[in-house]
């Protein structure tokens, strides 16, 4: 069982340049999230989903686009990559949104720095 | 907003001691959960341990233990016999009943042989 699959593990981006980070779950898992981890900050949500067609907006999504066509893809759009978006960006899935009883499962992280 | 706070962003223990990671967090919810992570070098996110608000019971799982404060809003880590392995960034969450996590900013644990 595959779990969270992120491509790809490093990315290295120049100012302005656009990519897209990708996140897989073979789980059947309906909420799928988006975080990103710096320094002294701990994880941030930049955004989620509770189910196909469905995102919604976390505490830091400005600079990033999300879709959830399908169940088990929750990709991350950086659109015109800055500095400040240099970060370790992990994906996470659960059955539900209620993370105590649906803990959350991470896949293991894609290191990003934007030159 | 609800945040989570940890005041240590480094900790130490000699193999075999015990220690304790400190917590607290803000929230004006009566329904919530609270949680410990783990990260070791290989950023792979661990569930450590869980604690539902409103159960008095502090959860324990093997050596990881919880001091749950619920009036004080802290919610602190205990690891008991600390062990190499143990090395690794601690962070401590908040879900309110329903919603998403709000993660600390994390402690770096250190463990001496």
């Known amino acids: 069982n595959a779990g969270v699959t992120q491509t790809p593990k490093f990315q290295v981006l120049k100012t302005g340049q656009s990519m897209t980070l990708q996140c897989a779950q073979d789980?059947?898992?309906?909420?799928m999230s988006w975080y990103r981890q710096d320094p002294g900050m701990g994880l941030r949500l930049i955004h989620y989903?509770?189910?196909?067609?469905?995102?919604d907006q976390g505490e830091v999504p400005n600079g990033y686009n999300v879709s959830r066509s399908t169940t088990e893809d929750f990709p991350l759009r950086l659109l015109s990559a800055a500095p400040s978006q240099t970060s370790v960006y992990f994906c996470?899935?659960?059955?539900?949104?209620?993370?105590?009883?649906?803990?959350?499962?991470f896949g293991n992280g894609t290191r990003l720095t934007v030159t | 907003a609800q945040t989570v706070t940890q005041s240590q962003p480094e900790m130490s223990v000699q193999e075999a001691e015990t220690v304790t990671l400190s917590c607290t967090y803000d929230?004006?919810?009566?329904?919530?959960?609270l949680f410990w992570y783990k990260q070791p070098p290989s950023r792979q996110m661990i569930l450590v341990i869980r604690?539902?608000?409103?159960?008095?019971q502090n959860a324990t799982e093997n050596r990881f233990s919880v001091n749950f404060q619920k009036a004080a809003k802290s919610f602190s880590l205990k690891i008991s016999d600390s062990q190499l392995g143990d090395a690794a960034m601690y962070f401590c969450?908040?879900?309110?009943?329903?919603?998403?996590?709000?993660f600390g900013e994390g402690t770096q644990l250190t463990v001496n042989p």
């Open positions: 604690q539902e608000a409103y159960k008095q």
């Open positions: 789980m059947n898992h309906e909420y």
């Open positions: 929230t004006s919810e009566s329904d919530y959960y």
């Open positions: 969450a908040y879900s309110a009943s329903g919603s998403r996590l709000t």
């Open positions: 996470a899935s659960s059955y539900s949104m209620d993370s105590y009883n649906s803990p959350l499962h």
């Open positions: 989903s509770v189910g196909a067609g469905i995102t």
